[in-house]
């Protein structure tokens, strides 16, 4: 099994950015792909950023591209999801993932992190 736990969520002015953290505990060695979700109140889960655990194949929802990025520290066990150029409608609760297969289904779930852009 793998553990997952998110860090760094808060609130953040318009235009500001956040880096958000994921902490994988457990049978780390298996996954090879981890990603990025987020769900706002109201509405569905949304992927907004995935890529392999050792960085390549990177893919971003197209609300987030260009202002979000995807990063891992392998040695440390670490995911990285940097957010700039925030905006009212990132707000949301954001959740780290991973899975033991290139395709299919997330399997292992962090519990989540909130983020909320306002003024």
């Known amino acids: 099994q793998v553990q997952l736990v998110e860090s760094g969520g808060g609130l953040v002015q318009p235009g500001g950015s956040l880096r958000l953290s994921c902490a994988a505990s457990?049978?780390?060695?298996?996954?090879?792909?981890i990603g990025w979700f987020r769900q706002a109140p109201g509405k569905e889960r949304e992927r907004v950023a995935a890529m392999t655990w050792t960085g390549e194949l990177r893919s971003y929802s197209d609300p987030v591209k260009g202002r979000f990025a995807i990063s891992a520290d392998n040695a440390k066990n670490m995911v990285y999801l940097q957010m700039n150029s925030l905006k009212p409608e990132d707000t949301a609760v954001y959740f780290c993932a991973a899975r033991r297969s290139i395709a299919g289904n997330y399997e292992f779930w962090g519990q989540g992190t909130q983020v909320t852009v306002s003024s």
């Open positions: 457990g049978r780390t060695s298996g996954i090879l792909r």
